[in-house]
């Protein structure tokens, strides 16, 4: 605590220097040598405890914005600058974006679709868009490989796998496994980048069977599959980059708890007005 730390260097520091320097009320240091209790620094320290909780809680991923609204949600009356001068004096920071490459292999012959999609990432009920893409991951074993498929309603992982090989197969199997999450309701459409994995015969059998709707972005231009490179982007500022991973193995557990027990079920998002996809999904069933 600021003021014990004060109280330990009072003989050797001036009380005006170091209450400057630590950003202390001097009138509140001395309430707190005489015992008495000062209410606004009373209930800063108690904001900043459950300020703390909550970053814990996040793994460390929310800033002062998501963490606002959560407090909100508990019934704290407080505004977003107060959170952030509070992380700022804590030095409570969330993890920051790094670069990451691009897994996208667009030369093939294989046929393409035409962009159906055109950047319209909205939808009024679930399952009319998922949109999917594939990143990879850095192991001592090697790259891991991750596809996923994203609900445009919800925002949601709906399907995912992963693999030390990216193949036809990869896709196949998240999107396999969406169709069995969502109940075997197929969505209208499937949008992707042009990856040879999506061209697949495999692939487009798989959507024939479903009666999917192609659409793929244009040629080099990420925008076009912007809510899928924003998932995999929040992955790895989350997770990825923060992490080494001896084994593949190790990795796919860390991603599927990321990715089922963290993002779907509990991290806020912006789009969402910071709820959660499972807890949208749920309000509007409710609705």
Not at 255 to 282: A, G
């Amino acid at each position: 605590m600021k003021y014990a730390f004060i109280q330990r260097h009072e003989k050797n520091y001036p009380i005006g220097v170091m209450c400057r320097v630590l950003r202390a009320s001097r009138s509140g240091y001395y309430q707190w040598r005489k015992g008495r209790v000062n209410p606004r620094l009373l209930r800063r320290q108690r904001l900043l405890a459950e300020i703390k909780r909550i970053y814990e809680e996040s793994r460390g991923t929310y800033g002062s914005p998501r963490i606002t609204r959560e407090l909100r949600k508990g019934s704290v009356v407080v505004n977003e600058k107060t959170v952030a001068e509070l992380m700022k004096e804590s030095s409570i920071q969330a993890k920051q974006k790094k670069k990451y490459k691009a897994t996208t292999n667009s030369n093939h012959n294989l046929p393409v679709a035409k962009n159906r999609l055109k950047r319209d990432f909205s939808a009024t009920k679930p399952n009319q868009a998922w949109v999917g893409d594939i990143t990879y991951i850095r192991t001592d074993e090697g790259w891991l490989y991750l596809s996923a498929f994203i609900d445009l309603f919800s925002r949601k992982v709906v399907g995912w796998s992963m693999s030390e090989r990216m193949t036809a197969d990869l896709v196949v199997d998240a999107f396999r496994m969406a169709l069995f999450r969502q109940k075997r309701k197929a969505p209208k459409l499937v949008h992707s980048d042009r990856g040879s994995q999506y061209c697949s015969e495999a692939f487009r059998k798989v959507l024939k069977e479903h009666r999917c709707k192609r659409s793929m972005s244009r040629k080099g231009d990420c925008w076009d599959n912007a809510v899928a490179e924003s998932f995999f982007g929040t992955l790895k500022t989350e997770l990825v980059h923060h992490e080494r991973y001896k084994t593949r193995e190790q990795a796919r557990l860390n991603i599927f708890d990321y990715i089922e027990t963290f993002y779907n079920r509990r991290r806020l998002h912006s789009y969402l007005n910071y709820v959660s996809p499972e807890d949208f999904e749920k309000s509007r069933e409710r609705a």
